[in-house]
């Protein structure tokens, strides 16, 4: 059976008889991975979908036991990532990221189309691509199944969001918390809980609700982007069992 799909290259790598495994994230079958005899480093018209950063239509035919890629057309080229190295590296750690958190053959279009979102600011953003990295990951949570509490403290259920009470964000509650029940995780010996000096839900709300596209001319300031980067990177390794950021353990205080 042959099939159609839209997707972005994850990862690839050498196999044998001059083949190579291709790992897709399709829009209409989620990731799957399929061999193929195209070689990337060809000069074909379909060797060009198979490089990095490129959003390609995938000929696809379905075997019994294992995909093929029988051809491939290139739909759009976000080359420019790979021109310069914070852009480069940023996109490296997103595809990681996706490599890892997306099931074989289970479809998440919304992901899919955010993805394709993400390629097109960072190939064009003027600020941090890393920002851009934040915001998706955020975004990504939510459609993941993930997304922490971020209207009442998680333990004890008191609303933090309308009051001007400091809050802190506990990696291992999942969520804000009220400083009483922080206290207590303290106490108790979480060394995974953050008291950021600017406002957590605003910075998460932020990223929730704005386009991608917003945050092509945002940076953090680096304090708090080092907080987020935390935050972010031992909360998606602890729900999601993946970090691409890089910071493990340790809070701030
Ligand atoms: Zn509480």
Known sequence: MNINAEGIVLRQRKIAGNRRMIVLFTKQYGKLSAGTSINERGRSKAALA??????????????????????????????????????????????????????????????????LDFLKSVSQTKGSAETLLYAFIVKSLRMLGVMPEMNCCVNCGKELEAINEPRSFSVSSGGIICEDCAQIERQGGSSLIYKPSFSIIDVFKYFESKPLATFEKVDLKPEDARTVRGILSNYTERYLDVNVLGITKGSEE
């Open 50 to 115: 198979l490089r990095p950063f490129t959003y390609a239509e995938y000929d696809i035919f379905k075997g019994r036991e294992a995909y093929n890629i029988n051809s491939a057309t290139v739909l759009c080229s976000y080359y420019s990532i790979g021109e310069d190295i914070n852009r480069y590296m940023t996109a490296a750690s997103f595809l990681e990221y996706l490599e890892k958190v997306l099931d074989e053959e289970m479809a998440m279009p919304a992901l899919f189309n955010l993805s």
